[in-house]
């Protein structure tokens, strides 16, 4: 294995008596999209500005590209590109200008920022925005735009804090094929997300992280295979009394349920056969749905939560 | 070839204003050279007139000088409070530039350069029109131009601190009205401190606007007094100083939390 990029140990975040962060440790290699998924709250947002060195961090140890960011943070910075989870970009310049200053603050000369800008507005498809003013541009434009700037130093890591939230699903798609293309170009992916599809489809790894702490570590696949069953079977119910009453008789019949706000998950390798011994023991489900399971699922086994709580 | 950080962070600061300048000019040029052309010729003719020379000058040229240091001042705290409470909180691009390579600590200091710049070139303009006329008796009256930017630094510094560690922008009219307005209107600037009471004389006399006022009317007059003058600029590099050293630790603490 090649050294990694980024390197944590006991890390840990408070603020005043609130622990953000509590004592993780990870590995981020070169060249992979490593995630980390959890609800708002998690921690995630803390580690993610303690990576990119905008943070100090409160224990532990964290190393990024080798150095220590309490030391070297504008060293680090200078290989980092950072999206950060609310848009900041600079609203008093054309989005053209948005680029060229920031890579002015890398130090970049004038004509290699130019030829990049054209290169990464090419890339993020606004080349016909360049002129613009960055308040009308719709948010998933926006976002593209960061992308955009935080490619201008062309960073080995890339680190994005939830890149997705808030934008339409034509937005989102687009997006994570941009993030895609990026990683078969060697960029390496750190990103934060409460979407499991985002993590599904973007992360080669990720952790699970609630409450400060990594709850599981692993591939999308591996994680869903050691701490989930196959399949799922979804019941939900006319009326809430219906769905307390059920829980009982359906736990009879599967090891695992999980009980949510508007539904049971039955956790089973068989969800047909799971299926048709609950519509024979007649528990009266309204409706009854049969899918894989997901990292949705190993979030609610992990910590008897959803991740949208 | 590397540039320094702090003129990086003033690109960005002069990028915005080659696009936003003509909104200026009024606050910055037109406005101080009315008032000029009120005080200095209207007001000035009557006092003129009636008592003689204020300080040995005419009260054009006594006043000129403590018009063009005091709308440095202006400038210096307008821009050290919305722009800098609003790069923080509203728009948070001062989040994206210490993301780069730039420290919180080397925006700071680039932000209140900014201003000096600004302030130069601003007064540099005024002074022209102060010349024209006949406003500005000695050569040594250029000298005015970086005691403008002087106390332009002294405001901003540590406005620019204060205004970053901010939540809201309620105080800001607070400081305009009771701190910015008063020091306008009597430091010296349209008359002799000696005419105020004597218990606000000590008062005026710490203040940097004062301190600014005088060296820039030794300048615009020739008329230095080496001991006074040494005096003065030491009271504004002493703000300018804690101001910046202030300004880097609050920069430090809003931005990197």
């Excluded at chain 1, 992979?32 to 947002?45: I, M, Q, T, Y």
């Excluded at chain 1, 803390?46 to 532990?60: F, H, K, Q």
Aim: charged residues 20%; glycine residues 8%; aromatic residues 8%.
């Amino acid at each position: 294995m090649p050294d990694p990029l980024i390197v944590a140990h006991a890390l840990t975040k408070r603020f005043g008596g609130f622990v953000a962060v509590d004592g993780i440790d990870f590995v981020i290699a070169p060249g992979e999209a490593f995630g980390f998924l959890g609800p708002n709250g998690a921690g995630k947002s803390s580690t993610m500005r303690m990576i990119g060195c905008v943070s100090p961090v409160s224990g532990g140890t964290l190393r990024v590209l080798g150095m220590d960011p309490a030391a070297d943070g504008a060293q680090i910075r200078r290989r980092l590109g950072v999206v950060p989870q609310e848009d900041n970009l600079d609203t008093e310049l054309t989005v053209w200008d948005n680029l060229m200053i920031y890579g002015r603050y890398f130090d970049l000369p004038r004509a290699e920022i130019r030829r990049r800008a054209e290169e990464l507005l090419e890339f993020v498809q606004l080349s016909d925005r360049r002129d613009s003013r960055v308040d009308p541009l719709s948010g998933g434009m926006k976002r593209r735009l960061t992308i955009a700037r935080a490619l201008i130093n062309q960073p080995e890591v890339l680190l994005l804090d939830e890149p997705t939230t808030g934008l339409d699903p034509q937005a989102r798609h687009m997006l994570w094929e941009r993030l895609y293309r990026l990683k078969q170009d060697g960029v390496t992916l750190v990103l934060t997300t409460h979407y499991m599809d985002e993590a599904e489809q973007l992360c080669d790894r990720l952790v699970i992280m609630d409450g400060g702490r990594i709850v599981a570590e692993g591939s999308p696949r591996e994680l869903v295979a050691t701490h989930a069953t196959r399949e799922v079977v979804e019941l939900r119910f006319a009326r809430a009394a219906d769905q307390s009453d059920a829980l009982a008789r359906v736990r009879a019949l599967a090891p695992r349920v999980e009980a949510v706000a508007d539904r049971l998950l039955v956790y089973t390798d068989d969800g047909d056969a799971t299926a048709a011994a609950i519509a024979g023991d007649g528990v009266g489900a309204a409706s009854v749905f049969v899918r894989r399971a997901s990292l949705e699922d190993v979030f609610l086994i992990l910590t008897g939560r959803t991740l949208e709580d | 070839m590397s540039t320094p950080p702090v003129i990086r962070v003033v690109e960005r600061e002069a990028r915005v204003f080659s696009r936003l300048w003509r909104g200026t000019v009024f606050s910055t040029l037109v406005a101080p050279v009315l008032f000029l052309a009120a005080m200095g010729l209207g007001l000035g003719g009557l006092v003129d007139a009636h008592t003689g020379k204020v300080d040995g000058l005419t009260y054009l040229q006594y006043v000129a000088p403590g018009l063009m240091v005091a709308s440095a001042m202006q400038i210096a705290a307008n821009e050290a409070m919305w722009p800098v409470l609003g790069a923080v909180k509203w728009v948070k691009n001062f989040h994206a530039t210490v993301a780069t390579s730039i420290t919180p600590g080397e925006l700071a200091v680039g932000y209140v350069l900014w201003i000096v710049i600004r302030s130069l070139a601003a007064s540099a303009v005024f002074l022209l029109v102060a010349a024209l006329l006949g406003a500005v008796p000695s050569a040594w009256g250029v000298l005015a131009i970086p005691v403008a930017a002087l106390c332009a630094a002294a405001f901003s510094a540590p406005l620019s601190a204060y205004s970053i560690r901010l939540d809201s922008d309620i105080s800001f009219p607070v400081i305009m009205r009771v701190g910015v307005l008063p020091l306008f209107l009597f430091s010296g600037t349209f008359f002799p401190i000696s005419q105020l009471p004597t218990w606000l004389q000590p008062l005026a006399v710490v203040s940097p606007l004062w301190n600014a006022v005088e060296l820039a009317r030794a300048a615009t007059t020739g008329t230095f007094h080496l001991g006074a003058d040494i005096l003065h600029v030491a009271v504004l590099v002493v703000c300018l100083t804690a101001g910046l050293l202030w300004g880097r630790r609050t920069f430090t603490r809003r931005l990197t939390s």
